[in-house]
């Protein structure tokens, strides 16, 4: 049974940081494409950042430079290091493992932006 796990979100003021992590479980996580998506409420899920096995990494335009995606292979862990946080990165926060048209899931961990 594959399983992906969030944990690290939470609420978080302008300007400061979160770490959100991700585990995974149930597949061989090297071979994955793994990726952060968020959905704030009324909006469409978004791709935020990628990273390939090898480590090539994507980001949206609107974290460039604020967020750092990496992975740890042999802990089957993916994270997204969020600094200068605004209030519209405020969204649930979606852990994505993908191959060869297979797409998995977590449940999401939700991050708020306030003061």
């Known amino acids: 049974q594959v399983q992906l796990v969030e944990s690290g979100g939470g609420l978080a003021q302008p300007g400061g940081s979160l770490r959100l992590s991700c585990g995974g479980s149930?597949?061989?996580?090297?071979?994955?494409?793994m990726g952060w998506y968020r959905q704030a409420p009324g909006k469409q899920r978004e791709l935020v950042a990628s990273?390939?096995?090898?480590?090539?990494?994507n980001y949206a335009d609107s974290v460039k430079g604020r967020f750092t995606i990496s992975r740890d292979n042999a802990k089957n862990m993916v994270y997204l290091e969020m600094n200068s946080l605004i209030s519209e990165d405020t969204a649930i926060y979606l852990c994505n493992g993908g191959r060869r048209g297979r797409d998995y899931w977590g449940q999401g961990t939700q991050v708020t932006v306030s003061s």
């Open positions: 149930g597949i061989i996580f090297s071979m994955y494409n």
């Open positions: 990273i390939s096995p090898s480590g090539s990494t």
